[in-house]
C-alpha cells in the first residue's frame, strides 16, 4: 500500500515539476500574475477557449494493493471507459476549473493463494478540477469522491461490499484541434477499511483497497 501511494505521489509531483519552471519564466516577464502569466505564449481565447462541455474515452493500467486479515497482495489490470464533464476559464486569467465524472472498468483479481481472492471490477469518480492553461496545454490537479464495489471472497462464501472512498491526481492536456483533445494523468483511489463475515460467523476479515491508475485519454468538445 506504501510502495502504491509512493507511485502517485512520484507521478504527481514528475507533473509538477515540468509546470513549475514554466511558470515561474512567465511570472518573471513582470506584471500580475494572475493576468501576465503565460501572455507572450498564449494563442487567441478564440482558439483554445477551456469552457465547454466534454466528453471522452479513457484506457491505462490499475495497481492495486489489498490487505485482508494477515494477508498482504497486490495485482495490475488493464483498465478503459469513458468520462463526461465541464471546464470553466476564470475571466482574463489562464485559471480554469472544472468538474469530472469519470466510469472505468477493471480486472484486479489478488489473491496470496486459494484461501482468499479480492477483486474489483470497476472504478468510478466524482472530482473537481483546477489548473492553468498554457497555449494548448491545460496541467490540472484532481480530487474527489470514488466509489467501487469490492469482492472477497473465500472457499464456499464471497462477500460483495460498496464502497466510497477518495480519489487524488494530476494530469496534462493538449488541444489537437478546437473540439478534440488528449489527456495523460494519474489518480490514485484510497478506499476505507471493509469488514468482511465471508467465510462465516466464526471469522472476520478487515480488507484495505488502495489503488492506482496512470490512464491516456481522448476527448471531445461539446460546443
Do not use: K
Given at each position: 500500500m506504501r510502495a502504491?501511494?509512493?507511485?502517485?505521489?512520484?507521478?504527481?509531483?514528475?507533473?509538477?515539476?515540468?509546470?513549475?519552471?514554466?511558470?515561474?519564466?512567465?511570472?518573471?516577464?513582470?506584471?500580475?500574475?494572475?493576468?501576465?502569466?503565460?501572455?507572450?505564449?498564449?494563442?487567441?481565447?478564440?482558439?483554445?477557449?477551456?469552457?465547454?462541455?466534454?466528453?471522452?474515452?479513457v484506457g491505462g493500467m490499475d495497481v492495486a494493493q489489498i490487505e485482508a486479515a494477515t494477508f498482504k497482495f497486490s495485482d495490475s489490470s488493464w483498465l478503459a471507459g469513458g468520462f463526461v464533464g465541464l471546464n470553466v476559464r476564470l475571466p482574463s486569467s489562464p485559471f480554469v476549473i472544472g468538474l469530472e465524472g469519470d466510469y472505468v472498468f477493471t480486472d484486479i483479481k489478488a489473491s496470496p493463494g486459494l484461501l482468499v481472492v479480492a477483486t474489483t471490477s470497476y472504478l468510478a469518480s466524482v472530482r473537481a478540477r483546477a489548473g492553468v492553461a498554457v497555449g494548448p496545454a491545460f496541467l490540472y490537479v484532481t480530487g474527489g469522491p470514488a466509489f467501487t464495489e469490492n469482492k472477497l471472497a473465500v472457499p464456499g462464501s464471497t462477500d460483495k461490499t460498496f464502497l466510497i472512498g477518495a480519489a487524488l491526481g494530476a494530469g496534462v492536456e493538449a488541444e489537437v484541434t478546437k473540439a478534440l483533445f488528449l489527456r495523460l494523468e494519474a489518480i490514485h483511489y484510497a478506499f476505507p477499511d471493509n469488514d468482511s463475515t465471508s467465510c462465516g460467523p466464526s471469522c472476520l476479515y478487515t480488507s484495505k483497497d488502495q489503488q492506482t491508475t496512470v490512464r491516456a485519454a481522448v476527448g471531445f468538445k461539446l460546443n
Open positions: 502504491t501511494f509512493r507511485a502517485a505521489v512520484a507521478a504527481c509531483l514528475l507533473i509538477g515539476l515540468i509546470a513549475i519552471p514554466v511558470v515561474a519564466l512567465a511570472a518573471d516577464t513582470g506584471g500580475p500574475v494572475a493576468s501576465r502569466i503565460f501572455d507572450d505564449i498564449q494563442a487567441p481565447p478564440a482558439v483554445h477557449n477551456r469552457s465547454a462541455f466534454y466528453v471522452g474515452v
